[in-house]
């Protein structure tokens, strides 16, 4: 299934003028450019700059000039993403919603329907995250990374938790080597700092 095909899901366009907006932060953008760049009429361009803007995303607009982001959001679009997962298994289809129930719930989903393995599922917000033992799960807009990855591996059911295991220590590895922070890991797969939790 297409990205773009599963209802909810990001437009690649609104992504591609957020990400034209984030590469170029302190740059006034023409909404004659914008239109250009990602392929839609400028009355669109002002469209999607409101409704960015509902989403949370501070884009300022300039009379006769343009546009520009007051603020870069902290928001991971498929562009900025594939950019970060080139050559690895994941990263060629990648499903993002501004907001989804779950993105556990929309993987599986798309796992029943056939999608091959290495998709990706990401949300700025889930309304009914869910974590270990049906536990409720915060997932606020902007406030974390929600994402689920779809793997066939080969491998019995009862090996199944060497992935979570697996998954834990990368994790932890890769925290620390982009933070420079020292984070403790709660088996299985909790990360913690400074005795909070950030992830798991």
Do not use: C
Not at 35 to 57: F, N
Not at 69 to 78: A, F, K
């Amino acid at each position: 299934m297409a990205p773009e095909s599963l209802p909810g899901t990001t437009d690649r366009r609104v992504a591609g003028l957020l990400t034209l907006l984030a590469e170029n932060a302190t740059i006034i953008i023409s909404g004659a450019r914008i239109a250009k760049e990602i392929g839609v009429s400028r009355s669109t361009v002002w469209r999607w700059v409101e409704r960015l803007r509902g989403l949370g995303v501070k884009v300022k607009g300039q009379p006769a000039s343009g546009y520009f982001l007051e603020q870069v959001p902290d928001i991971l679009t498929p562009n900025m993403l594939k950019q970060r997962l080139k050559g690895s298994l994941f990263g060629k289809r990648i499903y993002h919603f501004f907001k989804t129930d779950s993105t556990n719930r929309v993987a599986l989903e798309l796992g029943h329907a056939g999608e091959p393995e290495g998709a990706v599922v990401l949300a700025e917000e889930q309304t009914a995250g869910r974590g270990r033992a049906g536990r409720v799960w915060s997932s606020e807009r902007a406030a974390g990374i929600y994402v689920t990855l779809l793997l066939r591996p080969k491998l019995a059911p009862v090996q199944a938790p060497l992935l979570t295991m697996m998954a834990g220590l990368s994790a932890h590895a890769a925290v620390e080597a982009v933070t420079g922070l020292a984070v403790d890991l709660k088996w299985p797969n909790d990360l913690i700092i400074r005795g909070k939790k950030v992830g798991g």
